[in-house]
């Protein structure tokens, strides 16, 4: 095929790109190895956008929330990843979740469709030395075009651990005990709440700590966790209340079934695990926030001690995974061009952004990027107000790159609002945002 765009992984990242090329006219590429013969550790299937962990976009509040405004932003994009997360989107509050299969499908049949995009089934073991090039790879590179990459930007690799949440088929789950519920009711009753009293949840810390987990290879010994994706065990051991500020914190949820004529709806348990819609069926639902480490048996007889779980049927179990990223302030310039190559444009998770919204943006921005090269037309990057501009900002120079490590969007990565009352400063973070966003997307025409 003759093509402008050479594309590498077809993940969250390198789907939003070609797609992004695609419907500006350009050529694409897109080289996806699973189903030509080879897996990563954490995949399960060969469809382009495979969510792997969480099946959360997080938060779609775009008045009070940094990733809520990345939506915004990228649904004034026409991203596909919104597109497709709208089509598979199931209950979760005032988050957006998406049923992973529908999703996934959504997004892989909209590029196996367009005319501009032929997927490739193959393994590219080395970077490119000419031609446009967009690398995608995520988290989980292969091992030989990881190596190429080191090769060529001239510094180790980063990596730290990714840990997965297990999910529950939602027929096994005890309703006489759970109860559906969002926090302080917000969003309708899209949880299943399980509650514990002060003995179940010191038990179950307890095991926590002592639970049986997975070994380290020699070499994954020294790396570290991302702060945002900590295996739940690994929490326990920093306090034994750690957990009740974190994700089984009770408060501002009501449980019925205690309820009595003092507390008609309930009061609050000492701790909660919840539960999330994961499909579209509402067959399955994963713990939140219960990423783990521990080995697939320790797993079944702990979590089957929490109160509603006892006969709990899992449909996939937690695990974890090793992540690589690269040092993006020292190695990327403005455009996400590698110093030095700069024919090749790093996207997603590899850059060292972290979530499948961020990985998505980024992934859509290097599009615009080439596309715009392609035509000759001379690049305005977003306002650093916006969530791409502040997002970028931090991934190609702003973050100290002596400490890099993955960042999720948030309000701390924008020009601050010191002039603003705390109390109404997210929402003026927002809404300047959509305002230079704006100005800026008109300018492009």
């Not at 500006?24 to 954490?42: F, H, I, N």
């Not at 999703?103 to 080395?126: I, K």
């Not at 966790?225 to 750690?242: D, K, N, Q, S, W």
Request: aromatic share 8%.
């Amino acid at each position: 095929m003759t093509f402008d765009v050479h594309i590498i992984g077809g993940g969250l990242a390198g789907s939003e790109a070609a797609w992004q090329l695609a419907r500006r006219g350009a050529k694409v590429r897109l080289s996806e190895m699973r189903g030509g013969g080879d897996m990563t550790a954490a995949h399960q299937t060969d469809a382009l956008a495979e969510l792997v962990c969480s099946n959360s976009f997080r938060s779609d509040d775009d008045e009070k929330n940094a990733v809520g405004l990345l939506h915004h932003e990228m649904r004034r994009l026409d991203s596909l990843v919104m597109r497709a997360g709208e089509v598979a989107r199931v209950p979760a509050g005032s988050a957006m979740a998406v049923d992973r299969d529908v999703f996934s499908a959504e997004v892989h049949n909209a590029l196996e469709q367009h005319p501009n995009v032929t997927v490739v089934r193959e393994r590219v073991d080395e970077l490119p030395t000419s031609g446009l090039t967009i690398v995608a790879t995520g988290p989980l590179t292969a091992p030989a075009l990881a190596n190429s990459i080191v090769e060529a930007t001239g510094k180790d690799r980063l990596a730290f651990f990714d840990a997965i949440a297990p999910i529950i088929h939602r027929e096994s789950v005890d309703m006489d005990i759970c109860w559906m519920a969002a926090r302080w009711d917000k969003g309708g009753k899209d949880y299943i709440n399980c509650p514990m009293n002060k003995e179940q949840y010191l038990a179950f810390v307890a095991g926590l700590i002592a639970a049986e987990k997975g070994e380290f290879k020699e070499w994954e010994a020294n790396t570290p966790y991302f702060e945002g994706c900590m295996p739940i065990e690994v929490m326990a051991e920093r306090g034994v209340e750690t957990l009740r500020f974190g994700p089984m914190k009770p408060v501002g949820l009501d449980n019925p079934h205690w309820a009595t004529e003092e507390h008609p709806s309930g009061r609050w348990a000492y701790a909660v695990v919840q539960l999330r819609q994961d499909n579209k069926l509402g067959t399955l639902w994963n713990m939140v926030g219960f990423q783990t480490k521990m080995k697939y048996g320790a797993q079944v007889e702990l979590f089957r001690t929490i109160p509603g779980l006892e006969k709990a049927e899992f449909a996939r179990l937690g695990g974890m995974h090793r992540n690589t990223f690269i040092n993006s302030p020292t190695l990327l310039d403005r455009q996400l061009r590698l110093t030095g190559a700069e024919h090749i444009r790093f996207a997603g998770q590899i850059t060292g952004c972290e979530g499948y919204v961020e990985s998505s943006a980024v992934g859509l921005m290097a599009g615009m990027m080439a596309a715009a090269e392609l035509n000759g037309e001379a690049w305005t990057s977003p306002p650093p107000t916006s969530a791409f501009g502040a997002l970028l900002s931090h991934i190609t120079g702003d973050a100290e790159a002596a400490d890099y490590q993955p960042m999720n969007i948030n309000f701390g990565l924008f020009p601050p609002l010191h002039d603003v009352k705390k109390k109404s400063r997210k929402e003026a973070y927002t809404s300047r945002g959509k305002e230079d966003f704006g100005a800026w997307l008109a300018g492009l025409g």
